[in-house]
């Protein structure tokens, strides 16, 4: 198959769209995607620190090095990387070795927050005793991104989230009628003294497309799944997503532009009264998530 831009031969056909591109053509119209998400959404301004937050797996490898590229031109910026090790064992080490590879290729500072140091349990104990360890190990790393990112001076945390984690997210906050963190998805968060605002330049763009680019600008990725995946809620809507797609071609789409029409009137009719937990994070409440989780650990 030919590309639709053009005569070389197609890398990838879009289904949903009727058409095919080449890798030239696949590359440039996947950075002018990120590129636009960054300037119409207004992810990025003058003077920022921005922090990703990186795995080492295709979403943040991506991410990282195409916030590298648009921001090495913008001289008040800044941007480093975070990685968060959860102790998961024959895992993270690895991913750990490819984003630090990654980062002293581009010339990014990475640093590393570990749940040992901070909840003092590493993610294999925390699973000898609890069923979902997927419940502590979410809790956990966004509170570590979020009181790391700060602690770094980032006004922006970056994450690698693509259209398909934003869907699979929709439709988590769905099933479990949180309403709350539901209207706090979309490529900006808004903003909160509490929070360093998250930022997603990858959130229009599929997870296969993602995977794509990475392939053809030879990234080095981890793509080894983490052991616990299986027990998580994610994984089961990821997996009914996939099949939907697989039947019925562009309908991850028209549920995200669904699910962005209603976003704006969720974001005003939910409200959200942010506390200071005791431990100096926010909360709706009076104790914040990760406090709550800490409780239920054996000591
Ligand atoms: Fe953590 Fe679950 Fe993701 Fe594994 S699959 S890294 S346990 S959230």
């Known amino acids: ?47 920022d620190r921005v922090c990703v937050a990186l795995s080492g797996g295709k979403d943040s490898s991506v991410a990282l090095t195409i916030l590298h590229n648009v921001l090495k031109d913008w001289r008040d910026t800044e941007l480093f990387a975070l990685l968060i090790d959860e102790g998961i064992e024959g895992y993270r080490n690895e991913s750990l070795e490819i984003a630090e590879k990654l980062c002293s290729s581009l010339g990014v500072t990475l640093h590393i927050a570990r749940f040992k140091e901070t909840v003092h349990k590493t993610m294999d104990e925390i699973m000898e005793e609890k069923k979902f360890p997927c419940t502590y190990c979410g809790v956990f790393r966004r509170d570590l991104l979020n009181s790391k990112s700060r602690e770094l001076g980032a006004t922006k945390l970056a994450t690698g989230h693509n259209m398909d984690d934003e869907l699979q997210s929709a439709f988590m906050n769905y099933f479990r009628l949180d309403m709350n963190k539901a209207s706090r998805l979309g490529a900006i968060a808004q903003k909160n003294e509490l929070f360093v605002q998250r930022i997603k330049p990858l959130r229009y763009l599929p997870e296969h497309d993602v995977g794509l680019y990475a392939v053809l600008k030879g990234l080095d990725v981890h793509e080894t799944e983490c052991p616990y995946a299986n027990n998580s809620l994610r994984f089961h809507v990821r997996d009914f997503l996939n099949k939907m797609e697989e039947k019925y071609p562009g309908i991850k789409f028209s549920a995200m532009h669904a699910y962005d029409s209603l976003l704006g009137m969720l974001r005003s009719s939910v409200v959200k009264e942010i506390n200071r937990c005791e431990c100096g994070e926010a909360t709706a409440g009076t104790k914040c998530r990760k406090c709550e989780l800490l409780a239920t650990l054996k000591t």
Not at 19 to 30: G, K, S, V, Y
């Open 1 to 47: 198959m030919k590309c639709s831009d053009c005569t070389n031969p197609a890398v990838t056909y879009k289904r949903y769209e009727g058409r095919a591109l080449c890798d030239e053509h696949f590359i440039q119209t996947f950075e002018a995607r990120v590129k636009k998400t960054i300037r119409e959404e207004r992810l990025i301004e003058p003077g």
